[in-house]
């Protein structure tokens, strides 16, 4: 009988440790940890350029898309984006902004509008 209670003790014993991994594996599903994702090096611009768009245009975004970052001399860059508008008539078109800056300063130095389509 000594040996059958070994086994049931030994069973019991296997029985808690996997009930306890099961329970720690289901909350590391159900409570990730929390991962803090970079926000893309556009976004501060695109904030701007969305900001700059409903002024201009007294408009609402309706979506939005960035095309990419130029370099065009050591002192300015660009960032273009296109944003696609609704205006207060019920009209929607894109409008490709570009916002030129200093990168180092980060200081704007102008920003443009140009109406699409497409």
């Given at each position: 009988m000594d040996k059958v209670g070994d086994i049931t003790d030994n069973f019991s014993k296997w029985a808690v440790i996997?009930?306890?991994?099961?329970?720690?594996?289901?909350?590391?599903?159900?409570?990730?940890?929390?991962?803090?994702?970079?926000?893309?090096?556009?976004?501060?611009?695109g904030k701007i350029a969305v900001e700059e768009t409903q002024k201009h245009y007294n408009a609402a975004i309706i979506d939005y898309k960035h095309i990419g970052r130029t370099e065009l001399t050591p002192k300015k860059s660009e960032e273009k984006f296109k944003l696609w508008i609704r205006n207060k008539v019920g009209n929607e078109f894109g409008v490709f902004?570009?916002?030129?800056?200093?990168?180092?300063?980060?200081?704007?130095?102008?920003?443009?509008?140009?109406?699409?389509?497409r």
């Open positions: 996997m009930k306890k991994l099961v329970i720690l594996f289901l909350a590391m599903l159900m409570f990730p940890t929390a991962s803090i994702e970079a926000a893309p090096e556009y976004a501060k611009w902004v570009t916002i030129q800056f200093d990168p180092s300063t980060e200081i704007i130095q102008s920003i443009q509008f140009s109406e699409t389509n």
